[in-house]
C-alpha cells in the first residue's frame, strides 16, 4: 500500500500504527518536524526507537549525553541515528527547522543507547557491472542483526539512481518493511511494484509492504530519489536475508545472456 504526505506539517506526521491490523506493520513510524528554537521530548514506556535526521541542525540529549547533529542533504550525506531502548527519554533542541524519521517497535530488550554518526554508516554500491547498471544505487546500512541482534529493528537508506530500479531483482521476505521516500526535486516521481499492485511514488510518499510481497522499484529518468527502508524483525525470525523471486533468478548468473539489440538505429 502506498500512502502520500502531501506536506510534512509541524509536529508529528504518522505514516504507521504497530496495533493497526490492517497496516501489519508491527511499527509505529512517523515523521517529526520542527523549527528552530524548539524543544521536544521523546518518551517510550514499551518501545526501543530509532531517530534519525533527514534535515537540519538539532542537538539530542540522553542519559546524561548530549550530541549536536547536522544534515543538508539525505542524497549527498550519510546519515545520524540514535538507537535507544524503551524507557530512555530523548529531548531535541533545534538549531534549525529539522525532520526526523522516528522508528518505534516493541521490545523488552535493555541495552547501551547508542548514536551511529555519518562515518559509521555502511555504504555500499550495488548493481554496478550488471544489467548495463539499471539497477545502480548505494544502499547504506544503520544498523542490523548483524550489528544489533537485541534489536527488533533494522534501518537504512538507499540512493536511488535516476531512471534506475532498485530492491532488483525482486524479492521478498516474510518481515514487514516500510519505505519513505524523497526527490532531488518535488516533481520528481516513479513507481513501485508490491506484489502485483504498481503504485506511483511521489516527494514524501511511503510504501507499506506486507511480509510476502515482491517490491521492485523504479525512478524516472532525471530524478534521483531517496528512501529510508525499516524492517521489523518476527520473533524468533529475524530478517537476515532476502528471498529472490525465481523466475528472476537467472538474472543473477553473471553469463546471463541479455537481449541487446543487432543493430543501431
Given at each position: ?6 506536506e510534512?506539517?509541524q ?11 490492517r497496516e501489519?506493520?508491527?511499527?509505529d513510524?512517523g ?17 526501543e ?9 538539532v ?6 549525553g ?15 541515528c ?5 524507557k ?24 547501551e ?6 562515518d559509521?554508516c555502511?555504504?555500499e554500491?550495488?548493481?554496478k ?13 544503520v544498523?542490523d ?8 529493528l ?5 540512493i536511488?539512481?535516476p531512471?534506475r ?15 519513505f ?10 513507481f513501485s ?9 511521489k516527494?514524501?510518499?511511503?510504501s507499506?509492504i ?16 531517496y ?26 548468473d553473471p ?11
Amino acid at each position: 500500500m502506498m500512502g502520500y504526505l502531501e506536506e510534512i506539517k509541524q509536529g508529528y506526521n504518522r505514516i504507521s500504527d504497530r496495533n493497526n491490523a490492517r497496516e501489519q506493520m508491527l511499527m509505529d513510524i512517523g515523521i517529526a518536524a520542527g523549527k528552530a528554537g524548539e524543544k521536544q521530548a521523546y518518551w517510550d514506556e514499551e518501545q526501543e526507537t530509532a531517530l534519525l535526521l533527514l534535515k537540519g541542525k538539532v542537538e539530542l540529549s540522553w542519559e546524561g549525553g548530549s550530541r549536536l547533529i547536522e544534515r543538508s542533504s539525505v542524497f549527498d550525506e550519510n546519515p545520524s541515528c540514535l538507537h535507544i531502548a524503551r524507557k530512555v527519554k530523548v529531548e531535541i533542541k533545534a538549531h534549525s527547522d529539522y525532520e526526523l524519521i522516528i522508528q518505534k517497535t516493541a521490545n523488552e530488550a535493555a541495552f547501551e543507547s547508542r548514536l551511529y554518526l555519518p562515518d559509521e554508516c555502511k555504504a555500499e554500491q550495488f548493481g554496478k557491472g550488471v544489467w548495463e547498471e539499471a539497477a545502480l544505487r548505494i544502499v547504506r546500512t544503520v544498523f542490523d542483526y548483524s550489528t544489533a541482534p537485541y534489536s527488533k529493528l533494522v534501518i537504512g537508506e538507499v540512493i536511488h539512481y535516476p531512471g534506475r530500479w532498485s530492491s532488483y531483482i525482486p524479492h521478498h521476505h516474510p518481515q514487514p518493511e516500510v519505505y519513505f521516500y524523497k526527490f532531488d526535486k518535488p516533481q520528481g516521481f516513479g513507481f513501485s511494484l508490491i506484489g502485483e499492485e504498481a503504485c506511483k511514488i511521489k516527494h514524501n510518499s511511503f510504501s507499506l509492504i506486507p511480509g510476502g510481497l515482491v517490491h521492485p522499484q523504479v525512478a524516472a529518468p532525471g530524478y534521483a530519489m531517496y528512501y529510508c527502508w525499516m524492517i521489523r524483525h518476527l520473533d524468533n525470525n529475524p530478517w537476515t536475508d532476502r528471498v529472490n523471486d525465481p523466475a528472476h533468478a537467472w538474472l543473477l548468473d553473471p553469463s546471463a545472456k541479455i537481449w541487446r539489440p543487432a543493430t543501431h538505429v
